[in-house]
């Protein structure tokens, strides 16, 4: 079974504080995406990564920034929290191409207080 | 406006009720999923589909290409069956990037 590891599930945080948030995946997935969701919005992509050091913005990329220095790994970097940025994320990885399932996280649900 | 459009956003049904959640989407696509997100925050992908439909336990889910909408039934709904049903659809090129409808959360009740 594929496995995808989100570091935490539940995380408070102050405002202005430097966030990382870390996703782990075994199946050598090539493809790995950042979401957050938010009631009445559902999810949304944060960035994308389809490669050891490459990433792309989603739709929401402001305020945060990612890095993928190893395959399996690919973080979630919030350089200055604030209010706005409590939700939950979920982290997804995938196989390149067509009709390959995400598979997620358990997903982490981050206050900002 | 949503590229996809989910309804109902709410449901509650009584146990062993016929269930059908509708997916609307306006872009021309390869293929629909639809996953299942339950409480706590878990989501599992159902199923993928291009054409026709699939069938998996009491799960079914077709699709119309030509009307761009898809469904998802389930017969014989269970407690266990609550949960937030959510579509997507692809976008750009390379078919990996997903764009999310808002979900539908349905309760079955004992």
């Known amino acids: 079974d594929v496995k995808v590891t989100q570091s935490s599930r539940y995380l408070v945080k102050r405002t202005g504080e430097k966030v990382f948030l870390e996703c782990v995946q075994d199946m050598d997935h090539e493809n790995m995406f950042w979401y957050r969701q938010d009631p009445g919005l559902g999810l949304r992509l944060i960035y994308f990564?389809?490669?050891?050091?490459?990433?792309e913005k989603g739709d929401i990329p402001e305020g945060y920034s990612v890095s993928r220095e190893k395959k399996e790994r690919f973080s979630l970097i919030l350089e200055s929290a604030s209010t706005n940025q409590t939700s939950m994320y979920l982290c997804a990885s995938t196989h390149s191409g067509e009709y390959q399932p995400q598979h997620f996280g358990d997903g982490t649900r981050l206050s900002i207080l | 406006k949503n590229e996809v459009e989910q309804s109902p956003q709410n449901l509650t049904a009584q146990e062993g009720e016929f269930i059908t959640i509708n997916c609307s989407y306006s872009v021309g696509i390869s293929a629909l999923h639809w996953l299942q997100q339950h409480p706590g925050g878990g989501i599992v992908s159902l199923f993928m589909?291009?054409?026709g439909k699939k069938k998996h336990g009491r799960l079914i889910a077709t699709i119309n290409i030509q009307e761009k909408h898809s469904s998802l039934h389930i017969t014989a709904s269970h407690p266990r069956d609550s949960a937030v049903y959510i579509c997507a659809v692809p976008v750009g090129t390379s078919g990996s990037r997903l764009t999310f409808g808002e979900g539908t959360q349905l309760t079955v009740n004992p």
């Open positions: 990564s389809y490669d050891v050091k490459m990433k």
């Open positions: 589909l291009s054409s």
